[in-house]
């Protein structure tokens, strides 16, 4: 019988809990919205379960997430803990907070919600801090060109919800406008306009000396183009496309959280730090190649830990080139969770790649996982069904979503804590 890391879409979750209770040394990096709480339109509405945040602390040093959301401000993670137990000064005082890293890999957090920031200056917080403004004076200026057919009267909602000011990673978020403007058409060329404004705000950056400061990061994507930029997904008549654009800083992708994390976790396991202290994420390189070379010259192979990367974001769409059908592979998770699975095949460390479907969400554009009548197998997977040679390989997968997934974790973690006492 396969071991769970030569699997492929499998649902023996029991296994999984085995490995997650009882191997000792194991790091779990994961993602967020649509892994551990539901995909909404919404971000102020997100919830999260108590729970699943007491269930970490038994992974205390062995879980960290990785997310492109941040965990500071009006729409970060943390408001969301603090809510699920109406007592700030406890989430504190218990290490309720989720360790890890956010805005893609460049606000690190430990469990008692101290933050930091490495290796991001001044003024690039600076020039971040009047992205928010201009993205809105962007939208006004659409909607005075274009009539959307939707209720004037909530306009100014329709903004707040559309324009997050994150603080590392200001975002324009069309998922309130997918869904009041009267006409696809509208909502695609308003999709056209945002990704020209966040050109726009690089070419401003480049001209105040930040010409290698910043990126944008497309949510969902059709993977990269040849000079390595994100390609937009275009909505359809079934499907939003990107709803998210985030204008984010240069080496805030998800890949090079990866080392950062790994460089944390040796300090913990032997008191010294393989890539120096003061290593970040905007110092890795940006390529998977590059990435596991570094992690390969400079991590102990007899520490490497067992890594299980969680993840709900990985997309692949056939597209016809002429006479020929190319694939664009991307989706936000798709590069850590390839660096997993490459981490794990270089140091036979069986590292596990876990899928949490979550096209149950608010959020119309995941394709779910189909199954067979019995619910026990998996028959199509999330890519385009002509994309047979994806070298990503989903280990493990949940159907169930978020629900099923924390349900699991909540397990292996009481069965862990029983262990350890």
Same mark, same amino acid.
């Given at each position: ?41 919404? /971000?102020?509405? &997100?919830?999260?379960?108590? $729970? ?65 920031? /490495? ?71 308003l999709q056209q306009a945002m990704k020209n404004l966040t050109q726009n705000l690089l070419e401003e950056a480049g001209t105040m000396g ?13 993977? &990269?183009?040849? $000079? ?5 997904? /275009? ?46 994420? &905007? ?21 490497? /830990? ?13 597209? $016809? ?7 664009? &592979? ?43 009548? $019995? ?27 978020y629900q099923q997934y924390t349900k699991v974790f909540q397990e292996a973690a009481s069965m862990r804590k029983q262990g350890n006492n």
């Open positions: 019988m396969a071991k769970l890391h030569q699997s492929s879409f499998s649902l023996d979750h029991e296994v999984l809990i085995n490995i997650l209770a009882t191997q000792e040394n194991i790091l779990i990096i994961q993602d967020l919205d649509g892994v551990c709480m539901s995909l909404v339109k919404d /971000p102020l509405t &997100r919830e999260i379960e108590r $729970q699943y945040l007491k269930a970490t602390r038994a992974f205390d040093g062995h879980f960290f997430v990785l997310t492109n959301g941040e965990h500071i401000g009006r729409r970060g993670v943390n408001r969301i803990v603090e809510k699920a137990f109406d007592e700030r000064d406890l989430v504190k005082q218990q290490g309720l907070y989720l360790p890890g890293l956010a805005g893609g890999g460049v606000q690190w957090q430990d469990r008692y919600g101290n933050v930091s920031h /490495p290796g991001i200056s001044d003024t690039e917080m600076a020039f971040l801090e009047t992205v928010p403004q201009k993205i809105e004076a962007s939208l006004r200026e659409f909607f005075q060109q274009h009539n959307g057919g939707f209720n004037s009267e909530k306009f100014d909602d329709y903004i707040q919800a559309t324009v997050l000011e994150n603080k590392v990673s200001p975002t324009v978020n069309l998922n309130v406008f997918h869904d009041v403007l009267s006409e696809q058409a509208i909502y695609v060329k930040f010409k290698n400061s910043f990126f944008v990061h497309f949510a969902p994507n059709l993977g &990269r183009d040849e $000079q390595g930029k994100e390609i937009i997904q /275009p909505a359809s008549e079934n499907d939003s496309g990107t709803t998210d654009l985030q204008f984010m800083l240069r080496g805030a992708i998800k890949e090079a959280g990866v080392p950062f994390i790994l460089n944390h976790y040796y300090y913990l396991q032997t008191g010294n730090y393989p890539l120096g202290k003061e290593f970040n994420s &905007r110092q890795a390189p940006q390529n998977k190649a590059e990435l596991l070379t570094l992690i390969k010259d400079n991590f102990d192979s007899k520490i490497m /830990p067992t890594i299980i990367g969680i993840g709900d974001t990985v997309t692949s769409k056939a597209e $016809q080139n002429g006479d020929k059908l190319i694939f664009r &592979r991307g989706g936000s998770d798709r590069g850590f969770l390839e660096l997993i699975q490459a981490i794990g095949k270089e140091f036979e460390s069986e590292n596990l790649v876990v899928y949490v479907d979550s096209s149950g969400g608010e959020l119309k554009n995941r394709k779910p996982l189909k199954l067979n009548e $019995q619910k026990t197998e998996v028959i199509e997977g999330i890519g385009d069904a002509k994309d047979t040679d994806d070298t990503l390989t989903l280990n493990v997968v949940f159907p169930g979503g």
